[in-house]
């Protein structure tokens, strides 16, 4: 089955400056890829997402971007900022009406 | 629009006894899945309903587990002879049928086992 691996496990930044998270999958007929951000006690929230058929997509701050080929897929958040802190889950996915498949999370910590 | 909704939001029990979590997707979300989610982990499928029917139950860990959705509508998941292990927070999530990948989740039940 679809294996996710998600790394680093925690990235602290300063205010104001860019985060990086990068996500492997091992399951090559994936086709799609979600991002969680998960606030503590929180329910995991969809903030961005990317189909296999684009490269990347972008929504304000924050982007994700696809190699298919390496199958490797990662969120970049700009001007980072303190209410960013959270846990930051990627998943993948087989498309609609498909179990995701998710990583262990990342622990961003932004300080200000 | 409401939310995907979960009840009770916390419940602790004894070891052995039988629990059942409620899940309440968002209206016309006929895609229906349950989650587990351990600390420091992400979430872990259980099973998927589209419709009343359960269409992927390929995650569900054992026997003891088991889930419905008569309606098409709210789900209910059950689980026996509950142990100590099960302990975790169990995440719905819903979607739109045909063409949606997005799936929205509750804000969950932890569940406790003593």
């Known amino acids: 089955g679809e294996n996710v691996e998600q790394h680093p496990s925690t990235l602290s930044v300063q205010e104001g400056d860019s985060a990086v998270i990068k996500c492997t999958y091992s399951?090559?007929?994936?086709?799609?890829f979600p991002w969680y951000k998960q606030e503590l006690g929180k329910r995991p929230q969809l903030i961005i997402d990317?189909?296999?058929?684009?490269g990347e997509k972008k929504d304000q701050r924050i982007a994700v971007t696809l190699n298919k080929t390496a199958k490797h897929f990662s969120l970049h958040i700009t001007e980072t900022q303190p209410e960013d802190s959270a846990v930051y889950f990627c998943?993948?996915?087989?498309?609609?009406?498909?179990?995701?498949?998710f990583g262990k999370g990342i622990t961003l910590s932004v300080r200000p | 629009g409401a939310g995907v909704s979960q009840t009770p939001s916390n419940k602790v029990t004894e070891k052995g006894k039988y629990v059942e979590l409620r899940c309440d997707p968002i209206?016309?979300?006929?895609?229906l899945y349950w989650y587990r989610q351990s600390l420091g982990q992400g979430p872990e499928f259980l099973i998927y309903f589209q419709g009343t029917g359960a269409a992927d139950d390929s995650g569900l860990p054992n026997d003891r587990f088991f889930a419905v959705r008569p309606e098409g509508s709210v789900s209910t998941l059950k689980i026996q002879r509950t142990e100590r292990g099960d302990s975790a927070v169990y995440l719905c999530?819903?979607?739109?049928?045909?063409?949606?990948?997005?799936?929205?989740f509750g804000p969950g039940t932890r569940l406790t086992v003593t």
């Open positions: 990317i189909r296999s058929n684009v």
């Open positions: 399951d090559s007929a994936s086709n799609y």
């Open positions: 998943a993948a996915s087989k498309g609609a009406n498909s179990k995701l498949t």
């Open positions: 999530a819903s979607s739109l049928a045909g063409a949606s990948y997005e799936q929205y």
């Open positions: 209206s016309g979300h006929t895609a």
